[in-house]
């Protein structure tokens, strides 16, 4: 047991040592990059599926403060080079 947390734990190190060599800053290019669709959940009060793909701001798991129009966001980076 304690060589599989001590390779559970070298693993995590390592994995934490090559996360943090790098460092990407991209930023949303277009309007059409970023949208957001209603959940297809009980109690949905707007019509599940629905887009936006004209929001001003992205509202993360909910468009409304009470949490009763839950929706999904989706946010695309074009042309990023992922090693």
């Known amino acids: ?3 599989m947390y001590l390779l559970l734990m070298a693993m ?3 994995f934490g ?5 790098q460092q990407i800053v991209v930023q949303v290019s ?8 209603y959940a297809d959940v009980p109690g949905q009060t707007n019509t599940p599926g629905a887009i936006d793909s ?9 468009e409304s403060d009470d ?13 990023v080079d992922i090693p």
């Open 30 to 37: 277009a309007p059409q990059d970023d949208l957001e669709e």
């Open 17 to 21: 040592l090559s996360a943090q060599s």
């Open 1 to 3: 047991m304690k060589k």
């Open 12 to 14: 995590c190190f390592a």
């Open 54 to 62: 004209g929001s001003s701001d992205l509202e993360l798991g909910s």
């Open 67 to 79: 949490g009763s129009e839950p929706q999904l966001v989706g946010i695309r980076f074009a042309s």
